[in-house]
């Protein structure tokens, strides 16, 4: 009976590759996709933040892919559209950039770059939260999205083009709650996409203001503006 119900389903709402949604049985992202996939190869990023003079609290920053053409796509839909089923490939991605990297072979906990309550209830979730989720079963570390808070409703960061205004736009935005949680933790931030690393900066500065020993990042996405 279950073998019928799972045909059934199979026919009415046929899986499909999550990043050009052509149906496609066997994984989440078809064999012409991987393959359209502009690959950084996981060189660690040194961010646009560190090269204007600032003090960098990252130990570390990779990400697997360039944001462009499909990979783009999939993380608009990840982020406003609810297509959560993209997660799940763009975190395996994120497992290999962080499993093959000695930077987080210490690792003690996941935390997903947060969203203000504005923006959180206006989208329901936080698609950083969920890329972090997938990632957490992947490698095994846990993730706690109770710690870090952004206190303040900001403008997008993508919709700023001056890397010296992105930088003050996020500046003094984040909080720390529960800071005994991370006292000479490992912390690895999540992110969706690093263009000029001032958010996760921020973040990390935070984190180690209060108390974390150490705080690498991993990104889906590099943009590369």
Do not use: W
Request: aromatic share 8%.
């Amino acid at each position: 009976m279950n073998k019928i119900i799972d045909i059934l389903t199979d026919i009415i709402y046929p899986k499909r590759c999550v990043f050009c949604g052509d149906v496609y049985d066997e994984h989440t992202i078809c064999d012409e996709c991987l393959k359209k996939m502009p690959r950084t190869y996981c060189h660690p990023i040194l961010p646009m933040v560190a090269k204007k003079g600032n003090k960098l609290y990252l130990k570390c920053i990779v990400s697997p892919l360039y944001y462009g053409d499909i990979v783009r796509s999939a993380i608009l839909a990840l982020k406003f559209y609810k297509r959560y089923a993209a997660a799940e490939p763009l975190a395996v991605m994120m497992s290999d950039a962080v499993l093959g990297n000695y930077h987080y072979s210490d690792v003690d906990m996941i935390i997903p770059v947060p969203l203000s309550r504005f923006r959180k209830n206006k989208r329901t979730y936080n698609q950083s939260e969920m890329l972090a989720t997938e990632l957490s079963k992947l490698i095994g570390v846990p993730v706690n999205a109770e710690i870090l808070f952004k206190i303040k409703n900001t403008k997008a960061q993508s919709t700023i083009k001056k890397k010296s205004k992105r930088m003050k736009n996020i500046k003094n935005v984040y909080k720390v709650k529960n800071s005994e949680l991370i006292k000479d933790k490992n912390i690895l931030l999540v992110d969706d996409v690093v263009t000029t690393g001032a958010t996760l900066n921020e973040c990390a500065k935070v984190l180690v203001e209060a108390g974390a020993a150490k705080v690498v990042a991993v990104a889906a996405a590099q943009s590369c503006r």
